[in-house]
């Protein structure tokens, strides 16, 4: 057997959690969202757009969708929805209908502006500095903070 094979997959779902800024779409997360991601795609219908931008609450209210999920897109919390189980592909039917491009909504997911976010994106992307692992930066943060208190 392969060293793949003989990982445990829950220790290889584990790692995946580790990626900062990034919410990987497992089996997990498709199970957890699959109210919230039918309601998004519900969306591609016009009657639904209009029933939707009618009265949001009440349009949720045909969903079987967590409290936090409404909540969530009510306040369109796209990284809230992620945590909770949407798909961003499925979400950008609410970007959609807001009148907002893939790349604005998106940009709301970050801590910059869109023109930041465009220039980020302009040039490359984030840097991977920083951004390979959560536990290595908090044992990084933790080493420095040490070597402060030493």
């Not at 959690?17 to 919410?23: A, F, K, L, Y």
């Not at 089996?27 to 991601?37: C, D, Q, S, T, V």
């Not at 209908?97 to 992307?125: C, H, I, N, R």
Request: with cysteine; proline share 2%; glycine share 6%.
């Amino acid at each position: 057997m392969s060293k793949i094979q003989d990982r445990d997959i829950h220790e290889y779902l584990a790692e995946l959690e580790d990626i900062p800024g990034t919410r990987v779409f497992t089996a997990a997360r498709a199970r957890k969202g699959y109210w919230l991601n039918q309601f998004a795609m519900s969306l591609m219908n016009a009657e639904n757009r209009e029933a939707w931008k009618a009265d949001e609450r009440k349009y949720l209210e045909n969903w079987p969708m967590t409290d936090e999920q409404k909540e969530a897109i009510l306040a369109r919390d796209y990284n809230r929805c992620l945590d909770l189980g949407g798909n961003v592909y499925f979400l950008a039917k609410v970007f959609s209908t807001d009148g907002l491009s893939f790349a604005e909504a998106v940009s709301t997911m970050t801590d910059m502006s869109f023109p930041e976010y465009q220039d980020m994106m302009k040039k490359g992307g984030r840097s991977a500095e920083g951004n390979r692992s959560i536990k290595a930066n908090l044992a990084s943060a933790a080493a420095e903070n040490e070597k402060g208190v030493n």
